[in-house]
């Protein structure tokens, strides 16, 4: 579907035509609020569009798993020097590395990608410690 459509009781029509109709809105009742919603429907999100750095990251992946990279950040600054040789590596290399990292987090649930340790179940004990000042401490059943 394309993104200047709207689907309005079943019906699809464009955005130019809500951003109209919003427009007659605030003309015929001078409410403001039509009139910001109808620019609010035309504008564009705020702050810098996302990277596609999918091939890069798994150029990154691919130096790791070959061994030709020693490490995540040896592979992420490998490939910004190769893709982006007039640019700044370091922040290309940064952005990599974060990324994989935050896929890494996503399809292993931690980033370590091992599981933690459970621990039993503690109680919370308090009382009166040392020279009659409250103090707490734990417990394990």
Do not use: F
């Not at 620019?39 to 999918?54: E, F, I, T």
């Not at 503690?122 to 000042?133: I, N």
């Amino acid at each position: 579907m394309d993104a200047d459509l709207i689907v309005i009781n079943l019906q699809t029509v464009r955005a130019g035509e809500v951003r109209a109709a919003l427009e007659r809105l605030a003309l015929a009742t001078g409410d403001p609020a039509y009139r910001r919603a109808a620019r609010a429907l035309m504008h564009q999100p705020s702050g810098r569009s996302p990277l596609n750095d999918a091939r890069l990251i798994e150029d990154a992946e691919a130096l790791l798993a070959s061994g030709k990279a020693r490490s995540q950040w040896a592979a992420c600054r490998m490939v910004a020097r190769a893709r982006h040789p007039y640019r700044s590596e370091h922040s290309i290399a940064e952005r990599l590395r974060r990324k994989m990292a935050a896929k890494k987090k996503v399809s292993t649930g931690t980033l370590s990608g091992t599981a933690q340790p459970v621990i039993g179940p503690v109680e919370l004990r308090s009382g009166l410690g040392e020279h009659g000042k409250p103090s707490t401490s734990l417990a394990e059943d």
